[in-house]
């Protein structure tokens, strides 16, 4: 992905070159991705920059994750893939992820610079990761990495 294109201009360059290449599937996460941003700047009047695109973006892959979970436990193999590829088709304009050693380290310099002792903290550090790490690292894990060393 090219760095000076905004996110959303990327998105709407691959819509146009799915349409033309009849990549069903990529084409279909595309529309649904475009929409989700579109709802958002219809709803708040605003434009969305990168990084709300990239939380949407986010929770779009969390929500098709959790579909996932239930169409295999629905015993419907064939919905959880299609779910898959989903995922696989939004992945692709998320940035490079964070290893966990790279993570646990992020953590752990948040709390020395917050100075979080207890579970009170947790916002403090929570609030200083979220725009250092979003869509660079899954956040629930970030949370539950926080909550282990913080209790």
């Known amino acids: 992905m090219v760095t000076d294109v905004s996110l959303k201009d990327q998105i709407l360059a691959d819509m146009k070159t799915a ?17 989700a941003i579109q709802r958002k700047e219809v709803d708040d009047r605003i434009e969305l920059n990168d990084e709300q695109v990239l939380g949407i973006l986010q929770k779009q892959i969390k929500q098709s994750q959790d579909a996932i979970k239930q169409f295999v436990q ?14 696989d088709n939004l992945a692709s304009y998320l940035p490079a992820q964070l290893s966990d050693d790279e993570v646990a380290l992020a953590v752990d310099a948040a709390i020395a610079k917050t100075g979080a002792a207890a579970m009170q903290d947790m916002g403090k550090v929570m609030g200083l990761l979220k725009g250092e790490l979003q869509g660079r690292a899954d956040m629930g894990k970030v949370s539950g990495l926080i909550k282990a060393k913080l209790s």
């Open 19 to 35: 349409m033309r290449e009849k990549a069903t599937s990529r084409l279909e996460s595309i529309r649904m991705l475009r929409a």
């Open 74 to 87: 629905g015993e419907r193999p064939d919905l959880a893939e299609k779910e898959q590829a989903h995922v």
